[in-house]
């Protein structure tokens, strides 16, 4: 299991420069290589450079692009190339109905704030172990 994790680069985009450090420090604790992107425009540079194996994504950035990442992150699961990246959003819990009407169902996993980034740790461990088995056997 920490092998799979070892290979695995997280890209934490998040406003909050306490935060992103707080999830940066222990994600990369838990066995992580970790990006961080403050915007959403630094977001889209390092989605669009396929260097990730998933998003944790924060929706309210301070350039306000928060639904532009998640937006070209769902165009890219919609591609059948495989540049599919697992994405956790943060946010508020208030927030979830409003996100799923607009981006829809399945739209992206939810992790409400405040959240134990040790907890974030082990949801993208596993959910990124899942992308990578439904890649090698995409009919089962």
């Known amino acids: 299991m920490a092998r799979e994790t070892l290979q695995s680069t997280v890209l934490v985009v998040e406003g909050d420069k306490n935060l992103a450090r707080l999830v940066s420090r222990i994600l990369r604790e838990a066995g992580f290589s970790v990006q961080q992107a403050e915007t959403g425009a630094d977001a889209l540079v390092a989605i669009d450079g396929g260097a990730v194996d998933a998003v944790v994504l924060d929706l309210g950035l301070p350039d306000g692009m928060g639904g532009a990442v998640l937006s ?58 899942e992308r990578r088995k439904q890649a090698e056997n995409p009919e089962s």
């Open 72 to 129: 070209r992150l769902r165009e890219l699961r919609a591609a059948v190339d495989g540049s599919y990246k697992p994405v956790w959003v943060s946010t508020s819990a208030r927030d979830i109905g409003e996100i799923r009407r607009l981006y829809g169902n399945p739209g992206p996993l939810f992790i409400p704030k405040p959240f134990d980034p040790w907890n974030l740790a082990g949801l993208l461990r596993k959910t990124i172990a």
